[in-house]
């Protein structure tokens, strides 16, 4: 039984973990892993081909998380929704929201798609914690290189010029570039082909120890983002794909693999979002200046230490 401290303490950790690169299913294993216990038993408890009453409560976190980025960006996706009704009923992208609609709507079809089929399957393979840690330490992996590829493919101001003249003629592109850091021009200047490819990069993130946020901001960077605008796209996307599997999930919610946990569930629900709300505050300054090195590095050690312990 999921008691209110246990509903806490992992709603806490799930709500940063979930923003910050570093993978919260991962983390929502090790922790009860190493914990042992009780701990331990609610993470394999029920478990079915359906999945359990915990799989269960971690959506319930999610959904807490979605909506606390629902909060934090609400002038974004009332801009975004906007622009995507004027697209659908003029059937042109004039505009960064009409674009950054149609990129998003993109991006989240491989999850949309693949997660509902893979969820399930994939957490009964890989909850183990062993298999946590070993997918932790590839998480650094990727991070690590995400930085090189970020390196290697960083835009200049005339590429960026380039690019917004071909999307946004008779723009002031290069003086748009130069104020790229206030502006979430860099994103609508993806192309269709970017959008596939990091939607495709977040399904990595069904693997228990992948964090879906790392993965798309990894794409980010990959397709020629800087670190603030790849977190953004990516916390962009998290929203409909986490409000969307809280949505299919909603049966489980509220089946009988639930009952007698609702009350530390929606506890466990409240804290994620408002820990998700400081995380997605906290993250937003940190890529303005700063990298995901040390995330990275934080996930080979802890994985590697999760490795050695459960082995």
Known sequence: MLTYFQATVIGAVQGFTELFPISSLGHSVLIAAWLG?????????????????????????????????????????????????????????????????????????????????????????????????????????????????????????????????????????????????????????????????????????LLTGFSRAGLAMVGGLWRGLEHEHAAKFAFLLATPAILGAGVLETPELVGPQTDGIRGPVLVGAIVSGVSSWLAVRFLERYFQTRTLLPFAVYCVVIGLVSIVRFI
């Open 37 to 205: 216990g009780d701990w331990q038993n609610l993470v394999t408890q029920g478990e079915s081909s359906t999945g359990t009453p915990y799989l269960a409560f971690v959506v319930a976190l999610h959904v807490g998380t979605a909506v606390a980025l629902l909060a934090h960006y609400w002038r974004d996706w009332y801009a975004i929704v906007a622009g995507f009704i004027a697209t659908v009923r003029t059937g042109r992208l004039d505009t960064v929201a009409q674009r950054l609609a149609l990129l998003i709507v993109i991006a989240t079809v491989p999850v949309a798609v693949l997660g509902p089929l893979l969820q399930h399957p994939l957490h009964a393979l890989f909850a183990a914690p062993i298999c946590a840690g070993v997918f932790l330490v590839l998480n650094g992996v990727v991070l690590i290189a995400g930085e090189g590829l970020r390196r290697r493919n960083e835009p200049t101001l005339a590429e960026y010029g380039r690019r917004f003249a071909r999307r946004e003629a008779g723009t002031r592109v290069l003086a748009a570039a130069r104020t790229r850091r206030q502006s979430d021009r860099p994103l609508a200047a993806l192309g269709v082909g970017d959008a596939v490819g990091i939607g495709f990069v977040q399904v990595g993130a």
